[in-house]
């Protein structure tokens, strides 16, 4: 079946790291994608990845290991507007417009 | 420019009537994807429309329809509402529907 996993929620201290992990078991691979969503608000996307290997943007960097089924989304200088949910999204199929998503993380930023 | 505009923003329906939701995707994006969002599910998949057609579906009954007209805008229809339609109703697009995905505030639908 289709599974895609991360923690429902992470907590960390402003100024902090945190990083959210993802696993997914899909039927087939096509890309992973990060978004953040705050909540009553639309999903914005961070980061994407496609080959192994980490990319970084700014504060954010993800990384995948496709032999492992796994990816992280690492947040550096935590700020309190980063207090959101996380999202972690797999395009199994050969387009990107048909997402699989987990469930989220919520992180909590705390003074 | 403008980002991915929906339609409305809040609806409240009865259980039996029927809803239709609008998205105006990115200027020059021609994929359309919609994605119901609640709680206990979280957010899935609707179907993906590419150039009027539809290109993926997700695993919803066919009260669940949708379509995309010559300027990418895309309407999705859902008939005989149940309460548990009750959801955020999301669309995004992008250029090709293998670059990355903007979505939109989406709609939020109550049905009573």
């Known amino acids: 079946g289709q599974n895609i996993d991360q923690p429902t929620e992470m907590t960390a201290t402003e100024g902090a790291i945190v990083q959210i992990n993802c696993t997914y078991q899909?039927?087939?691979?096509?890309?992973l994608f990060w978004y953040q969503q705050h909540a009553g608000e639309a999903p914005t996307f961070l980061s994407y990845n496609v080959l192994d290997g980490l990319e970084e943007k700014g504060r954010f960097s993800s990384f995948l290991s496709r032999s492992k089924g796994y990816s992280y989304l690492l947040l550096k200088e935590l700020q309190m507007k980063d207090s959101a949910s996380y999202l972690c999204?797999?395009?199994?199929?050969?387009?990107?417009?048909?997402?699989?998503f987990g469930a989220g993380t919520q992180v909590v930023v705390t003074p | 420019k403008a980002g991915v505009t929906q339609t409305p923003r809040y609806l409240i329906k009865t259980r039996g009537q029927q809803v239709t939701l609008s998205c105006s995707p990115i200027s020059g994006h021609r994929s359309v994807s919609w994605y119901q969002q609640t709680p206990g599910q979280g957010l899935q998949f609707l179907f993906e429309y590419f150039s009027e057609t539809q290109r993926n579906k997700g695993n919803f009954p066919g009260r669940f329809s949708g379509r995309q007209f010559s300027n990418s805008r895309s309407e999705m229809n859902v008939s005989t509402l149940e309460l548990g339609d009750s959801a955020l109703y999301l669309c995004a697009s992008s250029q090709t529907g293998n670059t990355e995905a903007f979505f939109g505030q989406g709609t939020r639908l109550t049905v009573v």
């Open positions: 999204a797999v395009a199994a199929d050969d387009s990107w417009g048909k997402l699989q």
């Open positions: 899909t039927s087939g691979f096509n890309g």
